[in-house]
């Protein structure tokens, strides 16, 4: 038995689509018709986790900061990896390894480099 992929086999997806869509704008229109709309100097204020907001927002932030989260992300992301490879140790075998360990070799590389650019000194 083949089966081909013709596009009305895609109607129920896009039926589904487009009641989930309609469904969240019918829902934000009435929302915001029907609800109450109050205004005060306290709503309108900028609310920060109940802290009075002093200063501008958009006060200049140190790049190293930034670096350090990009990198956080890039190696935790990295070792995601070794969990499958832990769980399929036994089945990968010697080749397994192998591979494990260029990967790990490419990984250390990369953090020394980072290192060696004093990409996590801060001054």
């Known amino acids: 038995m083949e089966i081909h992929s013709l596009p009305v086999n895609y109607l129920p997806?896009?039926?589904q689509m487009i009641v989930a869509l309609a469904f969240v704008v019918v829902t934000m229109f009435f929302t915001h018709k029907l609800g109450p709309t109050r205004k005060t100097k306290d709503k309108?204020?900028?609310f920060e986790s109940g802290i009075e907001v002093?200063?501008?927002a958009r006060t200049p932030i140190s790049i190293k900061y930034f670096l350090v989260a990009i990198l956080f992300v890039l190696?935790?992301?990295e070792v995601?990896?070794?969990y499958p490879?832990?769980?399929n140790f036994k089945d990968l075998g010697q080749q397994g390894m192998i591979e494990m360990f260029i990967f790990m070799g490419t990984l250390?590389?990369?953090f020394i480099y980072v290192i060696k650019k004093g990409a996590l000194d801060w001054d």
């Open 13 to 15: 997806i896009i039926f």
């Open 44 to 46: 309108l204020t900028t």
């Open 54 to 56: 002093i200063g501008n």
């Open 75 to 77: 190696f935790d992301v």
């Open 80 to 82: 995601i990896f070794m």
């Open 85 to 87: 490879w832990a769980v």
């Open 108 to 110: 250390l590389l990369g």
